[in-house]
């Protein structure tokens, strides 16, 4: 339960690390907040022969809402930060909402955001959570220069991203929801703070705005469109839980996303 | 780095993890180590203040860091903590593998409450929610629980 031996090079600048990333290749990991990858290394199911600690670099911290009042998160804000921020909490109330599912108290001061969706555990609630807020990620690498994806493109599969050896995750731009948007997370897990079985994110705008994203359905974080459809349409609960449920094949998650689902919707959040 | 107001110095390889720098290096076997993998909580410590896994971080991460274990509970002369002493009166251990993690991460929820200027009184509910994070293979958590519950009450 040691890791077995890497080498270590904590970064002082995005461009250091990007630099150090380029230089590594594929046997170089950014370690980021830890609580995914230190347990790896713990079961050597992870061998990186270069750990790039990104812990240094205070400009991926922090949360901002630029002028056009979308909202920027760095990506190696806390969890525990997200989970404190009153802007988030008055404007975004989903993440909000979903960081408080995310582990403990003792894993949220390490971990981060870009941890939890560059990890992409197809059980982890903050990539389902951004999916429903059309949220984009912004990546950079030192050859490459900088993208920015749709939560679509960059989810790949379980625990797969788009993102390449030499690139990294360095923000992720929530835009700013209209006005009276309303949102819910709801989730089932079998202990508080354990990955979710399943999950349903909810977001319903005035002026036939809806998103809905599910957890649990599929090994990427999926939009319900026929259930979207339906709630812009004002279908009822029932209806529109039938809908998001009905492409899962596993009975019991199919019964929570239905279930879960009829729940955010009437726990909706203004 | 400081542990426990204390300058702790030593050479690592990278690979150290900061449970095995605190119990080998530091010589301060009062932190546990259970899972080393984050499930546990044996091991929580505080970092800056904030309760994290110490088997989740590298030694080399604390660097210049402050961090606190269950030996910088008590004060310089021994006396326990009213949350220690709860511990006690509660009979919120038995075999006390995990105590020294519920401690830490126990007393960062006390200085969290603390801290802020209206804290909303936290129920039973939300005491074991906290605590999740922590396992106990003995008590059943009533112990630990109403140990909490009762600092949390004579502290506001």
Redesign the interface.
Known sequence: MKPAPFAYAAAQSVDEALALLSEGGEEARPLAGGQSLVPMLNFRLARPALLVDLNPVDELAGIAVPEDQSLRIGAMTRQASLLRSAVVGRRWPLLTQAVAHVGHAATRSRGTIGGSVAHADPKAELPVALTALDARFRVRSRERGARTLAAAEFFAGPFTTALRDDELLVAIEVPAPPRHTRMAFAEYARTHGDFAVAGVAVVVAPGGHAALALLGADAVPVRAHAAERALRDGAAAPEVARLAAAGVADDHRRALISALTERALRTLSS | MHINGRVCEGEV???T?MS?FIRHQAGLTGTHVGC???VC?AC?VQ?DS????A????A??GNGRALRTVEGLAGPDGALTALQRAFTEHHALQCGFCTSGFLM?AD??LRRQASDPNPAPLTEAEVR??L??NLCRCTGYEGIVSALLDVLGTAS
Do not use: K, N, S
Request: with cysteine; hydrophobic share 35%.
């Open positions: 390889e990278p690979r993890l095995d080393e993998h984050g909580g929580t970092l904030e309760p994290i896994r088997c989740l971080m590298l080399v991460q991460t960062a929820l929610r906290e999740a994070g």
